[in-house]
């Protein structure tokens, strides 16, 4: 039996998800609520300091990433009262990227799918960042981002061949895009394909 995985992310097309049967694995805070999920993915120090002061609270268990985990490290307090929401850490950074900084919450959320969770094919949705220039998040209802040209450009940028070189690395893995149009604007190999709505 395949192991399928819906990855929700945080663009505006996160909402072409709609409830389906297999692991869901969500990014920062979800832009709606959804039932089941079976961890939320967290990258930033930004959202570390937001749960820290209490600002935002996410539901549910958690998966954190390398900069997560030096925040608990540097705030062994925190860590204890929220210990309980921890699934565990994610410090996997492939070869292909340059730093945790160009590994966004995206990219490890879906790293983390093919790799631990042994995915045979992974739904995705709301990455708009492949498709337009378009880095918008709900997450930015929350915290504050730097949404100007010059910094889109520079994170479109960096993101766009990550994406290239991670569904490279998982050639066993379907990789299922959905979007409203399919003119993606990086390469797109044979285990990947869009469903448009």
Same mark, same amino acid.
């Given at each position: 039996? &395949?192991?399928?995985?819906?990855?929700?992310?945080?663009?505006? *097309? $996160?909402?072409?998800?709609?409830? &389906?049967?297999?692991?869901?694995?969500?990014?920062?805070?979800?832009?709606?609520?959804?039932?089941?999920?079976?961890?939320?993915? %967290?990258?930033?120090?930004?959202?570390?300091?937001?749960?820290? +002061? /209490?600002?935002?609270?996410? =539901? /549910?268990?958690?998966?954190?990433?390398?900069?997560?985990?030096?925040?608990?490290?540097?705030? =062994? #307090?925190?860590?204890?009262?929220? $210990?309980?929401?921890?699934?565990?850490?994610?410090?996997?950074?492939?070869?292909?990227?340059?730093?945790?900084?160009?590994?966004?919450?995206?990219?490890? $959320?879906?790293?983390?799918?093919? *790799?631990? %969770?042994?995915?045979? +094919?992974?739904?995705?949705?709301?990455?708009? &960042?492949?498709?337009?220039?378009? %880095?918008?998040?709900?997450?930015?209802?929350? %915290?504050?981002?730097?949404?100007?040209?010059? #910094?889109?450009?520079?994170?479109? #940028?960096?993101?766009?061949?990550?994406?290239? *070189?991670?569904?490279? +690395?998982?050639?066993?893995?379907?990789?299922?895009?959905?979007? +409203?149009?399919?003119?993606?604007?990086?390469?797109?190999?044979? #285990?990947?394909?869009?469903?448009?709505?």
């Amino acid at each position: 039996m &395949s192991r399928t995985v819906h990855l929700i992310g945080n663009g505006d *097309n $996160a909402t072409m998800y709609k409830p &389906s049967k297999g692991i869901k694995v969500t990014c920062n805070i979800p832009p709606f609520e959804i039932n089941n999920v079976y961890t939320t993915c %967290l990258v930033d120090f930004k959202m570390m300091k937001a749960m820290t +002061e /209490g600002s935002v609270f996410i =539901p /549910g268990e958690w998966t954190l990433g390398y900069r997560p985990k030096i925040w608990m490290q540097n705030n =062994p #307090n925190y860590y204890m009262q929220v $210990a309980q929401h921890i699934k565990g850490f994610y410090l996997d950074l492939p070869d292909y990227v340059a730093n945790y900084t160009d590994f966004n919450c995206g990219h490890m $959320a879906t790293h983390y799918s093919a *790799n631990e %969770l042994n995915a045979d +094919e992974i739904h995705m949705y709301g990455f708009d &960042s492949i498709f337009d220039f378009n %880095l918008r998040s709900c997450t930015d209802m929350y %915290l504050n981002s730097d949404r100007s040209l010059t #910094n889109n450009n520079r994170l479109a #940028n960096n993101w766009r061949p990550v994406w290239e *070189n991670l569904f490279k +690395e998982f050639p066993n893995t379907q990789f299922i895009l959905h979007h +409203e149009h399919s003119d993606a604007k990086i390469t797109l190999g044979k #285990n990947v394909e869009v469903t448009i709505k």
